[in-house]
């Protein structure tokens, strides 16, 4: 009967410790990753073994492989989805995951172009307005008649109120400076829009810098105005991402 009961236990304890073998392997996770819509492949998610503290990101079109082990639980997260979530049962050829789209809702950003009032003035005396086309008068010509007769310097026959309201407002400084007021309220307005775009934070989560590498990188990487107004959320990640590679590049030169 003794014996019996140490060939049961004996037998139990190598299943265990065969399974606690197996639970412990690390193999490679493969998989694709989808929208909600199940069609949009979604590139460039951060991946991480919150178990192994280990991460890679998917490629272009969305597929992803990390090492891994029966158990461990992966999360994923991209700009533009809420995170998801994944435990490991098994090492399913054709695992797919689906994230679910974020709705952002954007604060107002608060822009201080100038750090004090001096520089404020210096650069908007400097301010060059482009020059716009100086406004076409035809004024009526006066006759021999009206001129010997001193019509005109009577006020009869031509008046100047008009043409010289206009010629006032293209070229008095008032005129000017009101033009000077309004380029420079559109300048904030487009770098407020550029800042929402484009941002530490934004920066952060798609190369996973932080502090003194954060602050290098924005200096390598410094995407031009015009095009971060007119690319999407899609076309700004893959230009941080192109940035990276060179920058990681410039770093191990």
Same mark, same amino acid.
């Given at each position: 009967?003794?014996?019996?009961?140490? &060939?049961?236990?004996?037998?139990?304890? $190598?299943?265990?410790?065969?399974?606690?073998?197996?639970?412990?392997?690390?193999?490679?996770?493969?998989?694709?990753?989808?929208?909600?819509?199940?069609?949009?492949?979604?590139? !460039?998610?951060?991946?991480?073994?919150? +178990?192994?503290?280990?991460?890679?990101?998917?490629?272009?079109?969305?597929?992803?492989?990390?090492?891994?082990?029966?158990?461990?639980?992966?999360?994923?997260?991209?700009? *533009?989805?809420?995170? *998801? #979530?994944?435990?490991?049962?098994?090492?399913?050829?054709?695992?797919?995951?689906? &994230?679910?789209?974020?709705? !952002?809702?954007?604060? *107002?950003?608060?822009?201080?172009? !100038?750090?004090?009032?001096?520089?404020?003035?210096?650069?908007?005396?400097?301010?060059?307005?482009?020059?716009? /086309?100086?406004?076409?008068?035809?004024?009526?010509?006066?006759?021999?008649?009206?001129?010997?007769?001193? &019509?005109?310097?009577?006020?009869?026959?031509?008046?100047?109120?008009?043409?010289?309201?206009?010629?006032?407002?293209?070229?008095?400084?008032?005129?000017?400076?009101?033009?000077?007021?309004?380029?420079?309220?559109?300048?904030? +307005?487009?770098?407020?829009?550029?800042?929402?775009? !484009?941002?530490?934070?934004?920066?952060?989560?798609?190369?996973?810098?932080?502090?003194?590498?954060?602050?290098?990188?924005?200096?390598? $990487? /410094?995407?031009?105005?015009?095009?971060?107004?007119?690319?999407?959320? #899609?076309?700004?990640?893959?230009?941080?991402?192109? $940035?990276?590679?060179?920058?990681?590049? /410039?770093?191990?030169?």
């Amino acid at each position: 009967m003794k014996a019996k009961s140490l &060939l049961f236990l004996l037998v139990v304890f $190598c299943f265990l410790n065969s399974q606690a073998q197996e639970n412990g392997r690390q193999s490679v996770l493969k998989g694709h990753i989808f929208s909600a819509d199940g069609i949009t492949e979604i590139p !460039y998610v951060q991946v991480v073994n919150l +178990k192994r503290n280990t991460g890679s990101s998917s490629s272009e079109r969305g597929y992803f492989s990390i090492s891994a082990s029966i158990g461990d639980s992966l999360e994923f997260s991209s700009i *533009g989805y809420e995170k *998801g #979530y994944f435990e490991i049962t098994d090492f399913d050829p054709g695992l797919k995951i689906y &994230l679910i789209p974020k709705i !952002y809702d954007l604060k *107002g950003v608060e822009v201080n172009a !100038y750090r004090s009032e001096k520089q404020f003035r210096q650069d908007f005396v400097i301010l060059r307005i482009p020059p716009e /086309d100086k406004p076409k008068i035809n004024l009526p010509t006066l006759s021999k008649y009206e001129v010997n007769s001193g &019509l005109a310097s009577r006020g009869v026959g031509l008046t100047f109120g008009g043409p010289i309201t206009a010629l006032y407002k293209q070229f008095s400084t008032e005129a000017k400076e009101l033009r000077k007021v309004e380029a420079f309220q559109q300048k904030y +307005k487009l770098q407020k829009v550029y800042d929402v775009k !484009y941002n530490k934070d934004l920066i952060s989560k798609v190369t996973g810098l932080h502090g003194e590498d954060l602050d290098l990188f924005l200096k390598f $990487c /410094d995407l031009p105005q015009q095009f971060v107004l007119a690319s999407n959320e #899609y076309e700004i990640v893959v230009a941080i991402n192109d $940035c990276m590679k060179d920058f990681k590049k /410039d770093k191990k030169d």
